[in-house]
């Protein structure tokens, strides 16, 4: 969502450069990205680039809700109506608050592969365990995979966890918000089922499964287990001692 007017279209390198000319020189920066324009021609696919303004006052504008309150609505849901299917926009919409999660560098490495019809969800749930008295009841399920091409040393080896899984998050928070009951399926996986799903699904060597995510439209009333939460203490320490 844009808060302000975004930049005219330009590239995010050439809102480095730009940046950067102001203050010294860029010469070296410059050629290198007129190579890389050069190669990708005239009508590569420009986006949006650089800095925008934001105010504070907008910020919270926009970001005004009860979010503990929208948090603590949310359940695991297990119970579904399985007459109803979900619409192709409320998938639509629920990824599009998805992407909005970060992702290290911005890279976006995360890819959803969307099942609604009865039988394909069958299929991928056959190679799954956990969804055990309410996998015939789910309206779709989403397989969360994120492409590890992206990252290239050693110590980012594990960062596709960390993005995935917040993408899954607001993932099933989108959905959530949508008015459907998710439930996270895990992917604890051995080789051999990973490489069933992997077949199944058509998902390539360089993306590894995430997480899987089961939803629907909720019945009008239905229970779900009393998941407490542990004492707030247990989870924040503030200001601990340093060494
Ligand atoms: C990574 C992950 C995997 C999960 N896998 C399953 C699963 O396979 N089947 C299931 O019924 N619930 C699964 N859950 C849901 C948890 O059981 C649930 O989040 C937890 O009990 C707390 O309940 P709540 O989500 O209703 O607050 C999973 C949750 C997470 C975060």
């Given at each position: 969502m844009t808060l302000n007017t975004p930049m005219p279209l330009t590239d995010v390198l050439s809102a480095y450069v730009a940046f950067n000319a102001e203050q010294g020189d860029v010469s070296e920066a410059q050629a290198l990205l007129d190579d890389l324009l050069a190669v990708a021609g005239p009508g590569h696919n420009i986006r949006p680039g650089g800095s925008e303004a934001v105010s504070t006052a907008e910020i919270v504008r926009q970001a005004r809700m009860d979010f503990v309150s929208f948090m603590e609505a949310r359940h695991s849901v297990r119970q579904y109506d399985s007459n109803r299917t979900v619409a192709?926009?409320?998938?639509?919409?629920?990824?599009?608050?998805?992407?909005?999660?970060?992702?290290?560098?911005?890279?976006?490495t995360c890819r959803v592969y969307a099942f609604t019809e009865k039988p394909s969800?069958?299929?991928?749930?056959?190679?799954?365990?956990?969804?055990?008295g309410f996998g015939e009841l789910l309206g779709g399920v989403f397989?969360?995979?994120v492409d590890l091409s992206h990252w290239n040393?050693?110590?980012?080896?594990?960062?596709?966890?960390?993005d995935g899984g917040m993408f899954a998050m607001?993932?099933?928070?989108g959905l959530h918000?949508?008015?459907l009951g998710a439930c996270m399926l895990n992917w604890s996986a051995a080789r051999e089922q990973d490489i069933k799903m992997r077949t199944c699904v058509g998902i390539p060597d360089n993306e590894i499964i995430i997480t899987l995510i089961g939803f629907g439209h909720m019945r009008d009333e239905f229970r779900v287990p009393v998941s407490a939460r542990k004492p707030i203490d247990m989870v924040l320490t503030h200001e601990p001692s340093l060494r």
């Open positions: 192709f926009e409320k998938i639509e919409r629920a990824i599009r608050a998805a992407q909005q999660s970060p992702s290290s560098c911005n890279r976006q969800i069958a299929r991928v749930l056959a190679h799954h365990d956990g969804n055990r397989v969360v995979t040393t050693v110590g980012e080896r594990n960062q596709g966890w960390v607001t993932l099933a928070l918000a949508e008015g």
